[in-house]
């Protein structure tokens, strides 16, 4: 089976940074696009930021300039720079990726959720 697993979630003042990390494991042959995704308290999951398998990148426009998402592909990894963190940041932030692997059945291609870690901005 395929996991991904975040971490660097956290209690931050305005102001303040934080780094998410997500890691993926398992039999993977390959990972295209990899995303950051937000949900606040009573409010729909929305799209913070995607990176594809050569670097390209798009973000929302609400953190444009402060945050930045990067990966390590050898480490099957993608990362969440967070800096300038407002109060409206505060949701828990799920990663998302496009990831190719095998089972014992065969070989397939589908979207994977992490658990989601809290990211809590406030003095």
């Known amino acids: 089976q395929v996991q991904l697993v975040e971490s660097g979630g956290g209690l931050v003042q305005p102001g303040g940074s934080l780094r998410l990390s997500c890691a993926a494991s398992g039999s993977i042959v390959s990972i295209d696009i990899m995303g950051w995704y937000c949900q606040a308290p009573g409010k729909q999951r929305e799209l913070v930021a995607t990176i594809g398998s050569g670097g390209s990148t798009t973000y929302s426009d609400s953190v444009k300039g402060r945050f930045t998402i990067s990966r390590d592909n050898a480490k099957n990894t993608v990362y969440l720079e967070m800096n300038n963190l407002k109060p409206e940041d505060t949701a828990v932030y799920y990663c998302?990726?496009?990831?190719?692997?095998?089972?014992?059945?065969?070989?397939?291609?589908?979207?994977?959720w992490g658990q989601g870690t809290q990211v809590t901005v406030s003095s």
């Open positions: 998302n990726a496009r990831i190719t692997y095998y089972t014992h059945t065969g070989r397939y291609t589908g979207a994977r």
